[in-house]
């Protein structure tokens, strides 16, 4: 590979041109496509294999125009202090806010607080439910306008009005948080490389590479139900691997540059064998993220597929762009260890000349990650217990995490959300806020009516429910559909015990009358959704890890290193989950990352960061270890390799690191919740994995190991394929190159 790779680079380099008019003709083909793509609503959200979603299924045969699954609102009324709703004045102000409601253009039912029983018994809070014919996400803004306006033209009436439920659901707003990951990142780039020009270049690549995949996912968003968020991951990862994948290649080039070569051989060197761990990096998180698929959660599949092609375009930008915009900025690109001379390279021949050896010997001073490798290859046992203890601290409160989804009691008090969903908690009870919908399919019932009413009377007499509403029929008499309340808050464990309570009960009545009893709402769903994301978590992890560390076999050619790289990602990913739960679940620290309400974490954060933080755990991995390996192979010892892995990659791993956290954490900024948290969580993944796991752990454990570190079988080193990410090829190419011209000197 690293031979095929070596003249890819040299082809880009001189064929510069139509790489770079190849590149920009492809982000003008996806930019057109997706200016000129209809636009996309919300990705069909569905859970296939959950009592919850066959619940759904159910209803949108039996009662097409209820629209299950449609957006809902509630606009909730508080009388004055000292007055009641049911007040003349008060109730004039509510019904005339119901007609405004009912003449919305994707309206289905808007129901009168005073008819259907919405009052709460003191009388000083009401609300009146709306249902609409779309979800959320795709509610035209007319409809969301109208609903705020009615709400409004209400509170001049004298009245306190809050609105919740999805309807009022948005794209998230984000801030200038990306903006500053970005600026980071460029800042890091300038001291990583001395030079404006090779700092812009990573940059540029990057962007070019997410522009296309964005655009692409956005030209095909409404053809392959992609959804209005999918491009959110795609740009999250997109960026970060893309910066880091062209940081090493260049970096190596600069260092090639400092040994005597060309330029154009420098480039083709850089690219045979930094582009190769870069080419393994990026099959790891390509595995990780189609991996998703294991869930068999169609939004998460496609999240994850799109994300992994935006990856895969980011390598071979790397693998071709960079080489040949390389080739573009000429002697702007300075050779390791030197600076452009508008960051005061210039100082350097002069003080060399003018202080002579003393400059020279400065110049041979190890860096400063030669020095740390030194000391940790001198104290390996005291490094790895540190790091061990210290990411098991962080780890400590994983072990109280609670998963659920997010409803509007986890909005900050500042929503109008969560203001109503207070609301009704005090005048009606926690309950209200997550209302359970018990479908009962009795078709294959002798008697239907007396089918839903045992189901009923059987509701009724459970703990935890405060009300169950009258069954609603279909047309032929056969399926009904009741509302159950329950006393608790949606997201608490008894309200997920009383669901569980419900479809056990149901069980025994379908054996004795033959109807179905299924459980359905968006509580229902959240407690589905959650316990199905529990269940595939192991298959998921098991997946792949095990697809990864069979590559990083081919690729080190080892056992143990791929294992301690699999047992390193466990500690990171568990510590990362730790810091997740002290802030967002305990509130640790929380109003210093803009965490206004602490809850449950996020129900699909811990396969969600298995997948992402293993991917790009394996990226630093591949790309210090690789250099490890390079060395050893060419004839150093196991601890000398160690410290020649870190001479060279240590400074570029650092910098690749403090990227990706300022990308992550730009993304802390959202107003959404969920994607506060995604981006804290790899912001926090990152730097464990990269300065405990990879910085001190690797180097402490392949110190102790020896050359232990690098054996493998010898029947499996026969059977596996030589990728040659070392670049063994290419010295054996230029060992043979150079016997050539010594052959024609002779002649």
């Not at 350097?348 to 000391?375: V, Y």
């Amino acid at each position: 590979m690293a031979t095929f790779l070596y003249r890819l680079g040299r082809l880009a380099f001189r064929r510069r041109h139509f790489v770079a008019l190849l590149w920009v003709a492809l982000l003008t083909l996806a930019g057109v496509g997706a200016a000129n793509a209809p636009t996309a609503g919300a990705s069909s959200f569905s859970i296939p294999g959950t009592e919850a979603q066959r619940a759904f299924d159910l209803l949108e045969q039996r009662f097409p125009g209820m629209s299950a699954d449609g957006a809902t609102a509630r606009v909730v009324f508080k009388a004055p202090g000292g007055e009641k709703v049911t007040a003349a004045d008060s109730k004039a102000v509510v019904e005339k806010a119901v007609k405004e409601l009912r003449g919305g253009s994707e309206v289905v039912s808007v129901t009168d607080p005073y008819t259907a029983h919405a009052v709460s018994k003191d009388g000083t809070t009401a609300y009146a439910s709306v249902k609409y014919k779309v979800s959320g996400m795709e509610l035209k803004d007319s409809s969301r306008n109208d609903l705020k306006d009615a709400a409004r033209h209400a509170r001049v009436g004298g009245l306190t009005v809050e609105v919740g439920g999805d309807a009022l659901t948005e794209m998230p707003k984000e801030g200038a948080g990306e903006i500053i990951g970005i600026a980071v990142a460029a800042v890091v780039l300038v001291i990583t490389f001395g030079s404006l020009v090779a700092a812009g270049l990573p940059l540029l690549t990057a962007l070019i590479g997410v522009g296309i995949g964005v655009c692409t996912i956005t030209a095909l968003a409404d053809a392959l139900d992609l959804g209005t968020t999918t491009s959110t991951l795609a740009m999250m990862i997109g960026l970060a691997v893309g910066i880091d994948y062209a940081l090493f290649i260049v970096s190596r080039y600069r260092v090639e540059l400092s040994e005597g070569r060309t330029r154009e051989e420098a480039a083709g060197r850089a690219v045979g064998t930094a582009g190769s761990a870069v080419v393994f990096a990026g099959l790891t998180v390509v595995i990780a993220l189609v991996g998703l698929a294991v869930v068999n959660i169609p939004m998460l599949t496609k999240m994850g597929v799109a994300a992994a092609g935006t990856v895969a375009v980011a390598v071979l930008i790397a693998l071709t762009m960079i080489p040949a915009l390389l080739g573009y900025a000429g002697r702007t690109v300075k050779p390791a260890g030197e600076k452009s001379r508008l960051l005061g390279g210039g100082r350097r021949a002069a003080e060399s000349d003018a202080q002579g050896k003393g400059a020279q010997g400065a110049k041979d001073r190890p860096n400063m990650g030669t020095r740390w490798a030194s000391f940790v290859v001198r104290r390996p046992v005291a490094v790895l217990l540190l790091g061990v203890v210290a990411l098991g601290a962080a780890a400590v409160p994983a072990s109280k995490l609670e998963l659920g989804l997010p409803d509007d009691g986890s909005k900050p008090v500042s929503t109008t959300q969560r203001r109503a969903y207070d609301l009704l908690s005090e005048g009606f009870g926690p309950g209200f806020n997550g209302p359970l919908m018990v479908v009962v399919d009795a078709k294959a019932s002798a008697h239907p009516k007396s089918a839903v009413t045992e189901v009923t009377n059987e509701i009724k007499g459970m703990k935890n429910v405060v009300a169950v509403t009258p069954a609603t029929f279909d047309r032929s008499g056969d399926t009904a559909v009741v509302s159950v309340i329950p006393d608790s808050k949606p997201s608490s464990t008894t309200t997920e015990d009383l669901v569980h309570g419900i479809r056990g009960a149901g069980a025994g009545i379908t054996s004795d009358t033959g109807a179905k009893v299924l459980v359905t709402g968006a509580t229902a769903m959240n407690i589905d959704v959650s316990q199905k994301l529990n269940d595939a978590l192991v298959p998921y992890l098991a997946l792949v890890v095990g697809l990864a560390f069979l590559l990083l076999i081919v690729v080190f050619r080892s056992i143990l290193v791929p294992l301690k790289a699999a047992l390193g990602f466990l500690l990171s990913v568990t510590a990362a989950l730790g810091a997740v739960v002290a802030v967002f679940q305990w509130g640790w620290l929380a109003g210093l990352v803009g965490v206004e309400e602490t809850g449950p974490v996020m129900s699909m954060m811990p396969i969600f960061m298995v997948g992402v933080v293993f991917g790009l755990a394996m990226d630093y991995e591949v790309f210090l270890v690789t250099r490890m390996r390079e060395a050893y192979v060419h004839g150093e010892t196991a601890g000398q390799a160690v410290v020649t892995g870190f001479r060279y990659g240590a400074r570029v791993v650092t910098a690749a690191a403090i990227i990706m956290i300022a990308v992550f954490s730009g993304f802390i900024g959202s107003s959404d919740s969920m994607v506060k948290m995604i981006g804290f969580g790899l912001a926090i993944a990152v730097f464990f994995d990269a300065f405990v796991v990879r910085m001190a752990l690797v180097p402490a454990v392949l110190a102790l190991l020896g050359r232990k570190a690098w054996w493998l079988p010898r029947w499996l080193d026969r059977v596996l394929p030589n990728v040659d990410v070392e670049g063994e090829g290419l010295r054996a190419h230029e060992e043979s190159g150079a016997e050539r011209d010594r052959d024609l000197v002779r002649a």
